[in-house]
């Protein structure tokens, strides 16, 4: 079974917010996350992750000036858990309806409560087999665009037996798509090289 | 049908290109560029035919300027393998030469010429054996397997009833593998009853044996066929030293020698133009027979110079032809009589169809070259003619073509010449009296344009003299592309093959020859083996 992570707080068509059950424990950054609108499943790239006080109005104070120990705040204030909530922002990269993966955007943004899961290395197989979302991430507004990038091909490179095949094959994409940037593609190259 | 042997691996798309100059190939980035060569044979599968081309250029392409000014660190393996075959990509320039259908009628009638281009991206692959083997033929009895194409087993055949209908030629610089291929093809007349051959055989290379750098001595045609082939020679003397038995020694009378022989022998024998103008003098005075040995009679001063006023010939003249016709008179082959009909006796073998090589012992001066090659072939020709002539008129049979092989084909062909020796004349009218030439030669710019043109198929090893090269590809089609093959052909045993006799132009690594396994394959069985199989039959008799 996949592992559950969260929820989906926020959803719009190129992306969606969802929260951690566990506070600071998001999913790694570029990691590949599952949720459905009922009818389809979502995927999407984590790009961004945050934590802060569930009510926008009052910011979290320092609190540990006479602490020995960063746990000892937690457990002298056990109400701080409940206060902050840690949330993660994906960019949807493909969809999957049936047997069948589409690497473009789905039709209509997930639900919100949706359940969100980390996919397992058989799904992040599955659906890097091609490449073709690679384009959604390069024409991310987002400015650590490239760093999602590079984390996601990294991240999904253990899902292979032959990691480095994966990353020439990925790196070979890249270089088409990059073509008329170099600087970039050499950035990002730099990135996933093994 | 096996999957892999019936298509090659996929090598890149065809990216443009016109039909003149060649395909643009771009290579798959998993295709290594290095394992890449000119001559190579790949196949384009376009939307409804299939190409056949070969190899002509390899570049090396980038898509952005600025990769070249600043390169890719490549030191760092990863990226090197990322940007090869997609920042940077190898490209092949493809001549594509003939076209296979798909249907079953267009793959009976076997491959034609292009007239068109494949269309965009159509991939691109390497020719599988089976590929080659439908554009070259299988051996069978018509077609002489001479080599096989670069990096392939393949066979690649001539067929050789198809290349006795022209004259042909090998080319090639010196110790690059003329004699070898020269005595392949010979072979493969001989096995498939194509021709009858003449061959002048100036370093004795093609009757007994010959020299390899390799194996001590490598058989010649009469040990692999001795009830086919019968050995003339010009010099007993020399084989008996190298203990070659010989079927007929050749003489030669005086009264043979005609004045257009000693004009082609301007050159060799250092005569000046009246000299040569004296030799036809004295033909007129003493008759076409006579006036070798009427001018070496000549032995009185009073006598000499009264002869030389009565024909107008300058002092000079004589004395320069003189010590021209000195050096004849010591080759001791050359007698006032010869005592037998040397070319009678040649004709009679090749009318049995059998086949004369003349060694010239130790004559390799090409001045008797020259002058026993010309003899011989003018009276031979002369035969072929009436006889050719004869067969139009009355129900007679055509005689036996024949192929006659020289060597140093530029002293016989060259443009002073070309227009009165035999050999210009036999090579121009093609088979029109069923004769026909195979000439060898290291320095074909020396051969008349007009004559090269004429040549068949044509067969070059590595030529570096720049005219050489442009005589030889005068005049085919894809001329330049082919340079470039020419250019890039190792020094010994690979050679460029084109013309007549074959389908398209192939780059082939010849044949083997010379060890055991290679005279076996040729159909030779060694003396004990044949006396051993004899002995089995008998044995099976009782
Ligand atoms: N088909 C072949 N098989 C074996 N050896 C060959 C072949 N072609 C060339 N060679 C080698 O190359 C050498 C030179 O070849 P040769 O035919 O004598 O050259 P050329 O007549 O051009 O001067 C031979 O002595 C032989 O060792
Ligand atoms: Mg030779």
Same mark, same amino acid.
């Given at each position: 079974m996949a592992a559950r992570i969260g929820e989906v707080i926020e959803a719009s068509t190129g992306s969606f917010v969802a929260e951690c059950y566990d506070l600071h424990s998001p999913p790694p950054l570029g990691s590949l996350v599952r949720t459905s609108d009922s009818e389809v499943d979502i995927f999407g790239v984590v790009c961004h992750a945050s934590t802060e006080s569930i009510d926008p109005g009052r910011r979290p104070v320092a609190r540990g000036r006479d602490e020995h120990d960063e746990e000892n705040i937690y457990r002298q204030h056990p109400q701080l858990s409940r206060l902050l909530r840690t949330t993660f922002e994906t960019l949807a990269v493909g969809h999957r309806q049936g047997d069948n993966i589409y690497r473009y955007l789905p039709p209509r943004p997930p639900r919100v409560h949706g359940f969100v899961y980390l996919c397992e290395p058989d799904d992040v197989r599955r659906f890097t087999a #091609? +490449? /073709?979302?690679l384009t959604i991430l390069l024409g $991310?507004? &987002?400015?650590t665009a490239d760093e999602v990038i590079s984390a996601c091909l990294r991240l999904a490179s253990c899902a292979y037996d032959d990691s480095r095949a994966f990353l020439v094959g990925a790196g070979k994409e890249l270089a088409i798509l990059l073509s008329s940037d170099l600087n970039r593609l050499n950035s990002v190259l730099r990135r996933i090289r093994q | 049908m096996n999957e892999s042997s019936a298509h090659g691996e996929r090598l890149g798309i065809v990216v443009g290109g016109s039909l003149t100059g060649g395909m643009e190939v771009k290579l798959d980035s $998993? !295709? %290594?560029? &290095?394992e890449m060569a000119v001559g190579r044979y790949v196949v384009i599968e376009g939307q409804t035919s299939r190409f056949f081309g070969m190899i002509t250029d390899i570049e090396l392409g980038a898509i952005d300027q600025q990769l070249t000014i600043t390169p890719p660190d490549i030191a760092d393996s990863f990226i090197a393998d990322v940007v090869t075959g997609t920042s940077t990509y190898g490209k092949l320039q493809v001549t594509p030469m003939l076209t296979i259908s798909g249907d079953a009628t267009s793959l009976l009638e076997g491959p034609k010429p292009v007239k068109t281009v494949p269309r965009h991206f159509s991939p691109v692959r390497e020719a599988s054996e089976q590929d080659v083997e439908l554009v070259f033929? @299988? &051996? /069978?009895e018509r077609h002489f397997y001479v080599g096989t194409p670069l990096d392939m087993e393949t066979k690649v055949c001539l067929n050789i009833p198809e290349f006795v209908t022209r004259s042909n030629g090998v080319f090639g610089k010196s110790g690059t593998g003329k004699t070898f291929l020269t005595r392949l093809r010979l072979i493969g007349m001989v096995q498939k009853g194509a021709a009858a051959n003449l061959i002048f055989d100036m370093h004795n290379e093609y009757g007994w044996e010959g020299t390899s750098e390799h194996v001590p001595n490598v058989k010649g045609l009469k040990q692999l066929f001795p009830s086919q082939v019968a050995l003339f020679t010009l010099d007993e003397e020399s084989a008996r030293r190298r203990k070659v038995s010989t079927d007929y020694v050749v003489q030669i009378g005086y009264d043979e020698i005609e004045p257009e022989d000693i004009a082609l022998l301007r050159e060799t024998l250092n005569l000046t133009e009246p000299a040569i103008e004296a030799v036809y003098q004295l033909a007129r005075e003493f008759g076409q027979a006579r006036w070798l040995e009427g001018f070496f009679d000549l032995s009185t001063r009073e006598e000499t110079k009264e002869l030389l006023e009565k024909l107008h010939v300058h002092e000079s003249s004589y004395r320069n032809l003189r010590r021209g016709l000195e050096r004849l008179k010591?080759? #001791?082959? +050359? !007698? %006032?009589? $010869? @005592? /037998?009909n040397s070319v009678q006796r040649i004709l009679e073998y090749l009318d049995r169809g059998m086949h004369v090589v003349l060694e010239f012992g130790r004559y390799t001066d090409i001045t008797v070259y020259v002058l026993v090659a010309n003899i011989l072939t003018r009276r031979i020709y002369d035969q072929y003619r009436e006889r050719m002539e004869r067969a139009m008129g009355e129900k007679v049979d055509k005689p036996h073509p024949l192929v006659i092989t020289i060597e140093e084909a530029h002293k016989f062909l060259n443009p002073e010449v070309a227009d009165q020796t035999i050999f210009g004349i036999i090579a121009r009218e093609m088979r029109k009296y069923n004769v026909t030439l195979l000439v060898i030669d290291q320095r074909p710019s020396g051969i008349y344009d007009e004559i090269m043109s004429q040549l068949g198929t044509k067969a070059t090893y590595l030529l570096d003299n720049e005219k050489d090269i442009d005589s030889v590809l005068m005049g085919v089609s894809g001329k330049s592309e082919l340079k470039t093959v020419l250019s890039k052909l190792e020094a010994k045993q690979q050679a460029l093959i084109f013309g007549h006799a074959l389908p398209m132009p192939v780059v082939v690594k010849t044949r083997e020859y010379g060890s055991t396994e290679s005279y076996r394959e040729l159909g030779f069985r060694e003396a004990a083996e044949l006396k051993r199989k004899a002995e089995e039959e008998i044995k099976d008799l009782f």
């Amino acid at each position: 079974m996949a592992a559950r992570i969260g929820e989906v707080i926020e959803a719009s068509t190129g992306s969606f917010v969802a929260e951690c059950y566990d506070l600071h424990s998001p999913p790694p950054l570029g990691s590949l996350v599952r949720t459905s609108d009922s009818e389809v499943d979502i995927f999407g790239v984590v790009c961004h992750a945050s934590t802060e006080s569930i009510d926008p109005g009052r910011r979290p104070v320092a609190r540990g000036r006479d602490e020995h120990d960063e746990e000892n705040i937690y457990r002298q204030h056990p109400q701080l858990s409940r206060l902050l909530r840690t949330t993660f922002e994906t960019l949807a990269v493909g969809h999957r309806q049936g047997d069948n993966i589409y690497r473009y955007l789905p039709p209509r943004p997930p639900r919100v409560h949706g359940f969100v899961y980390l996919c397992e290395p058989d799904d992040v197989r599955r659906f890097t087999a #091609s +490449l /073709d979302f690679l384009t959604i991430l390069l024409g $991310a507004k &987002e400015v650590t665009a490239d760093e999602v990038i590079s984390a996601c091909l990294r991240l999904a490179s253990c899902a292979y037996d032959d990691s480095r095949a994966f990353l020439v094959g990925a790196g070979k994409e890249l270089a088409i798509l990059l073509s008329s940037d170099l600087n970039r593609l050499n950035s990002v190259l730099r990135r996933i090289r093994q | 049908m096996n999957e892999s042997s019936a298509h090659g691996e996929r090598l890149g798309i065809v990216v443009g290109g016109s039909l003149t100059g060649g395909m643009e190939v771009k290579l798959d980035s $998993a !295709t %290594p560029i &290095e394992e890449m060569a000119v001559g190579r044979y790949v196949v384009i599968e376009g939307q409804t035919s299939r190409f056949f081309g070969m190899i002509t250029d390899i570049e090396l392409g980038a898509i952005d300027q600025q990769l070249t000014i600043t390169p890719p660190d490549i030191a760092d393996s990863f990226i090197a393998d990322v940007v090869t075959g997609t920042s940077t990509y190898g490209k092949l320039q493809v001549t594509p030469m003939l076209t296979i259908s798909g249907d079953a009628t267009s793959l009976l009638e076997g491959p034609k010429p292009v007239k068109t281009v494949p269309r965009h991206f159509s991939p691109v692959r390497e020719a599988s054996e089976q590929d080659v083997e439908l554009v070259f033929g @299988r &051996e /069978d009895e018509r077609h002489f397997y001479v080599g096989t194409p670069l990096d392939m087993e393949t066979k690649v055949c001539l067929n050789i009833p198809e290349f006795v209908t022209r004259s042909n030629g090998v080319f090639g610089k010196s110790g690059t593998g003329k004699t070898f291929l020269t005595r392949l093809r010979l072979i493969g007349m001989v096995q498939k009853g194509a021709a009858a051959n003449l061959i002048f055989d100036m370093h004795n290379e093609y009757g007994w044996e010959g020299t390899s750098e390799h194996v001590p001595n490598v058989k010649g045609l009469k040990q692999l066929f001795p009830s086919q082939v019968a050995l003339f020679t010009l010099d007993e003397e020399s084989a008996r030293r190298r203990k070659v038995s010989t079927d007929y020694v050749v003489q030669i009378g005086y009264d043979e020698i005609e004045p257009e022989d000693i004009a082609l022998l301007r050159e060799t024998l250092n005569l000046t133009e009246p000299a040569i103008e004296a030799v036809y003098q004295l033909a007129r005075e003493f008759g076409q027979a006579r006036w070798l040995e009427g001018f070496f009679d000549l032995s009185t001063r009073e006598e000499t110079k009264e002869l030389l006023e009565k024909l107008h010939v300058h002092e000079s003249s004589y004395r320069n032809l003189r010590r021209g016709l000195e050096r004849l008179k010591r080759l #001791s082959f +050359l !007698t %006032p009589r $010869a @005592r /037998d009909n040397s070319v009678q006796r040649i004709l009679e073998y090749l009318d049995r169809g059998m086949h004369v090589v003349l060694e010239f012992g130790r004559y390799t001066d090409i001045t008797v070259y020259v002058l026993v090659a010309n003899i011989l072939t003018r009276r031979i020709y002369d035969q072929y003619r009436e006889r050719m002539e004869r067969a139009m008129g009355e129900k007679v049979d055509k005689p036996h073509p024949l192929v006659i092989t020289i060597e140093e084909a530029h002293k016989f062909l060259n443009p002073e010449v070309a227009d009165q020796t035999i050999f210009g004349i036999i090579a121009r009218e093609m088979r029109k009296y069923n004769v026909t030439l195979l000439v060898i030669d290291q320095r074909p710019s020396g051969i008349y344009d007009e004559i090269m043109s004429q040549l068949g198929t044509k067969a070059t090893y590595l030529l570096d003299n720049e005219k050489d090269i442009d005589s030889v590809l005068m005049g085919v089609s894809g001329k330049s592309e082919l340079k470039t093959v020419l250019s890039k052909l190792e020094a010994k045993q690979q050679a460029l093959i084109f013309g007549h006799a074959l389908p398209m132009p192939v780059v082939v690594k010849t044949r083997e020859y010379g060890s055991t396994e290679s005279y076996r394959e040729l159909g030779f069985r060694e003396a004990a083996e044949l006396k051993r199989k004899a002995e089995e039959e008998i044995k099976d008799l009782f």
